[in-house]
């Protein structure tokens, strides 16, 4: 990470800053654009079983869609970001969004699996890059102690307002053709959300919590590939990897309705009822998480955090076990247990984007979030879902589920085990790296 600084003489003397201006309408811009594409991005998993009947459709095709629609991420990924360094983070956000509220609307009209498969895969580019640069704004906007609960807001927001709209798109089931209103529909609310990005969005300043007032004074040599790629040099960063490749909860979301409607005989509507109880139970973890995430930070020192991440994968294991491995004909049951692997789930964003923003520097965090949710998070997760759809269609999703949601989940929380190691030290390489910058820049 050898990027050249110069710094411009300043008479003030190095200080933080109280709060970056705008960050609260730029999160809450940034928290309507993620609804209405996480909308569009449970959409196919939720009415699944009614295109399945449309367009007659099984557990592989499911599979392949979501596993289509990750993949087209390794390449768009990093592409918005760049596009982001060359113009924008507010121009690429409107553009993305725009683009994919366009082949959100032309799914609607599919007439066969291959152009269905074509259109979502297009529109997962499209939107791809909203993850990265939304999850770099909030590093920008917020300072280490606020991050948490910045992300914890941001995700858990959009999962219980997702989790509303979950139930409505079930509806759409009971019509022959309400999966194609239900695209058309996300389709236009993604085209408004993008022009409300061009009224209300802010651009912050790279590093603005960072370094406060000296930020706008401190230019950076462009980030080259060399520099991301250094990024896997960082101890912490790479075990985040290989954890995020074996973050098996991914998998609930795509296979969780198709598993109640196929495996425990619940029809579509109302096995879609699970995604309020699933939101609100994530929206809880989420947010109650990013607050105790603080809390952690205050007396648990820098080793809490991993406590904590290591907490989640080992309640999210235990409660998917429960939740997967019964059969009962309550959906009352599952509604509860859906509820607990939210509130698991949703622990982990307000403590390992926080971990993951400490120990990079502010220039390289985008790039960073381009490995982390658009390279390895993908891999991870069109490996699951695609392996999971043959072998659901082989066996059975309940005997996948044990192994993925249960077994690979406790593996992941030993694996996180080495942060205690190596955390500390990166997170005070950076922390040094920011003093020393603020100090260069007030000589």
Known sequence: MNTAITASTGKDAPTRPAGVKGRWRNLSTLIGVTVVESGEGSLTTTLFPAIAKSLGLGNTELGLLSTLGRLIGVPFGPFWVWY???????????????????????????????????????????????????????????DDKSRGRAVGMLYGISAILSSVIGPIIGLLSIWESGWRWGFWGVGALLIVTGVLVLVLFREPEVGAADYGAQAARIVYARPRLKDSLALMKIPTFSILMASRLLSGHLLIAVFGVQFLVTERGFDNALAAIVALPFGIGYFLGTVGGGFVVSAIDRRGG??????????????FAVVAFFATQFDVASIGYYAAFWGL???????????????????????????????????????????????????????????????????????????????????????????????????????
């Open 302 to 315: 820098r080793n809490g955090r991993v406590a904590f991440l290591q907490t989640a994968q080992v309640l």
């Open 84 to 142: 982001a360094n060359r113009t924008s983070r507010r121009q690429a956000i409107f553009v993305s969004t725009l683009v994919s509220g366009a082949f959100a609307v032309a799914s609607g009209f599919a007439e066969n699996f291959l152009l269905l498969l074509l259109l979502q895969t297009l529109q997962a580019g499209a939107v791809i890059g909203l993850t990265p640069i939304t999850n770099a704004v909030i590093a920008d906007s917020f």
């Open 341 to 443: 692997m939210g509130l698991a789930q949703g622990l982990n964003p307000g403590v390992n984007r926080p971990i993951l923003m400490s120990v990079m520097a502010p220039e390289l965090r985008a790039q960073g979030f381009v490995i982390y949710l658009t390279i390895f998070e993908v891999i991870g997760w069109a490996a699951f879902t695609y392996v999971a759809g043959v072998l659901a269609d082989a066996f059975s999703l309940q005997a996948v589920f044990l192994w993925i949601l249960v077994i690979l989940m406790l593996v992941n929380a030993a694996v996180l085990g080495l942060l205690y190691r190596f955390y500390p030290r990166d997170r005070k390489r950076v922390d040094d790296l920011i003093e020393s910058r603020l100090a260069a820049e007030a000589e």
